[in-house]
């Protein structure tokens, strides 16, 4: 059974740091992409970041130099890393997992954590 477990988000400033962490089970870790996905209140769930079987890493456009998005396969968990955050990251962020890092970064058919809230006052 897959199971996506998100940790980490909260309540911070505008310029402030936060790492979320995403723990896996039930599939084999390391040979599937991970990524995460945010919602935004009133907004659609767009594509935050993902990472390859191999380590090769890709950004959403909003986020590039702030976030950084890593894994550790003994532990199965995945990280997002994230810097300088805006008001606008406000949003419930997201942990997803396929075994088609392609497919992946589409989110159609993905498996999908619970989710972790994450509040940037100004």
């Known amino acids: 059974q897959v199971s996506l477990v998100e940790s980490g988000g909260g309540l911070v400033q505008a310029g402030d740091s936060l790492t979320l962490s995403c723990v896996a089970s039930g599939f084999t870790f390391s040979v599937n992409g991970m990524g995460w996905f945010r919602q935004a209140p009133g907004k659609e769930r767009e594509f935050v970041a993902a990472?390859?079987?191999?380590?090769?890493?890709f950004y959403a456009d909003p986020v590039k130099g702030r976030f950084t998005i890593s894994r550790h396969n003994i532990r199965s968990t995945v990280y997002l890393q994230m810097n300088s955050l805006k008001p606008e990251d406000t949003a419930v962020y997201f942990c997803?997992?396929?075994?088609?890092?392609?497919?992946?970064?589409?989110?159609?058919?993905?498996?999908w954590g619970r989710g972790t809230q994450v509040t940037v006052s100004s």
């Open positions: 990472i390859s079987r191999s380590s090769t890493t």
């Open positions: 997803a997992t396929h075994g088609d890092f392609r497919l992946l970064l589409g989110g159609s058919e993905n498996y």
